[in-house]
């Protein structure tokens, strides 16, 4: 069974571009997690989706993030414009049943210039 | 707030040795406790869980960790580490309505010498 894909791996921009960063969950979970991964900060997470709909989006740093979950098997977070400092990996996490075990795609590094 | 405090950024252990990582959590009820690991480049998975019962909970790859209600500990334990488990090692405490909401530590660098 596949797991949690995300794509792009690897983003290269320059500050002020659009990046979209995309996520499928596993089949059948019904919880989708985005998470940020830096040195300094560690892991934060960034929002959560219940059944496709955000629950909790107190970890989005600013207005420029944008997250979005239009059906079960997709979900993608939006920087617009980004900046140096959100160069991370984004990583995003599914889960069937509360609590549970999360699973973890393999990220996407951003490098903002 | 719930927060995980990981005391150690960097261990070195020889292979073969025994292993604990140590994990205090703060969190107002009875926590549901995580241990994962991540190897460079990939994303975390899962080696053990704590959600109430018994508190020795045996994981994947011969981990174990031990919750201490009084100590606020939840430590992570390996009686002989092997080069393969030279990674980075979390631990989480699940916040939140469901549980769900993963507030992680600051992780522990492994490293194994030969």
């Known amino acids: 069974d596949a797991g949690v894909i995300q794509s792009p791996r690897h983003e290269v921009t320059e500050m002020g571009q659009e990046v979209t960063l995309r996520c499928k969950p596993i089949?059948?979970?019904?919880?989708l997690f985005w998470y940020r991964q830096t040195m300094m900060r560690g892991l934060e997470l960034l929002i959560y989706?219940?059944?496709?709909?955000?629950?909790?989006d107190s970890g989005m740093p600013e207005d420029r993030f944008s997250a979005k979950m239009p059906n079960a098997s997709f979900s993608t977070l939006k920087i617009q414009p980004s900046e140096p400092r959100d160069s991370a990996v984004y990583f995003c996490?599914?889960?069937?049943?509360?609590?549970?075990?999360?699973?973890f795609g393999e990220g996407s590094r951003l490098t903002v210039l | 707030a719930q927060s995980v405090t990981q005391p150690d950024i960097h261990i070195t252990v020889s292979e073969g040795a025994s292993l604990e990582l140590r994990c205090n959590y703060s969190?107002?009820?009875?926590?549901?406790l995580f241990w994962y690991v991540q190897s460079p480049g990939q994303g975390l998975q899962l080696l053990l869980k704590?959600?109430?019962?018994?508190?020795l909970v045996q994981g994947i790859k011969g981990f174990e960790a031990e919750f201490k209600r009084s100590q606020s500990s939840f430590n992570l334990r390996k009686p002989s580490v092997h080069w393969s488990d030279a990674a980075e090692y979390f631990c989480?405490?699940?916040?939140?309505?469901?549980?769900?909401?993963?507030?992680f530590g600051a992780g522990t660098i492994l490293r194994v010498k030969s």
């Open positions: 996490a599914s889960i069937l049943g509360q609590p549970g075990e999360l699973f």
């Open positions: 089949s059948g979970h019904n919880s």
């Open positions: 989706f219940n059944n496709n709909v955000p629950i909790d």
């Open positions: 969190y107002g009820a009875t926590p549901y």
């Open positions: 704590y959600f109430s019962g018994d508190t």
């Open positions: 989480a405490v699940g916040a939140g309505e469901y549980g769900n909401k993963l507030v």
